[in-house]
């Protein structure tokens, strides 16, 4: 399966940003799909996951609240809304999605990755 993130830019802090990701390949709106983000020289972070069938979402710690991820059964896409954005949000997003099911907030329990987009928030 191949993803693709988009959505991402510059904005101020207390700004918002909408960050989509697709599939291409094989439909991954059976499964999990997940939010990672890792800033220059941190480790890649868990942002937020969704179980397809029912879509429950898990958010890392500190970000629900700020941030909303759903899913579009229609478009096969995912979105993660993100508002009151921080400077410390600022990072690479990845969507990913692991070949079974799980809600692991791990990044290495997850074997597909998109190309990520850069998401700058400034003071």
């Known amino acids: 399966v191949q993803l693709q993130a988009f959505g991402g830019g510059s904005v101020q802090a207390g700004g918002s940003l909408r960050l989509s990701c697709a599939a291409s390949?094989?439909?991954?709106?059976?499964?999990?799909t997940a939010w990672f983000r890792q800033a220059p020289g941190k480790e890649r972070e868990f942002v937020a996951g969704i179980l397809w069938s029912d879509g429950r979402t898990w958010y890392g710690d500190s970000l629900k609240g700020r941030f909303t991820m759903s899913r579009d059964n229609a478009k096969g896409t995912v979105d993660l809304q993100m508002n009151s954005l921080k400077p410390e949000d600022t990072a690479v997003y990845y969507c990913?999605?692991?070949?079974?099911?799980?809600?692991?907030?791990?990044?290495?329990?997850?074997?597909?990755w998109g190309q990520g987009t850069q998401v700058t928030v400034s003071s």
């Open positions: 990913a999605v692991p070949e079974g099911i799980t809600t692991s907030r791990n990044f290495d329990q997850y074997e597909y």
């Open positions: 390949g094989r439909s991954f709106t059976r499964g999990v």
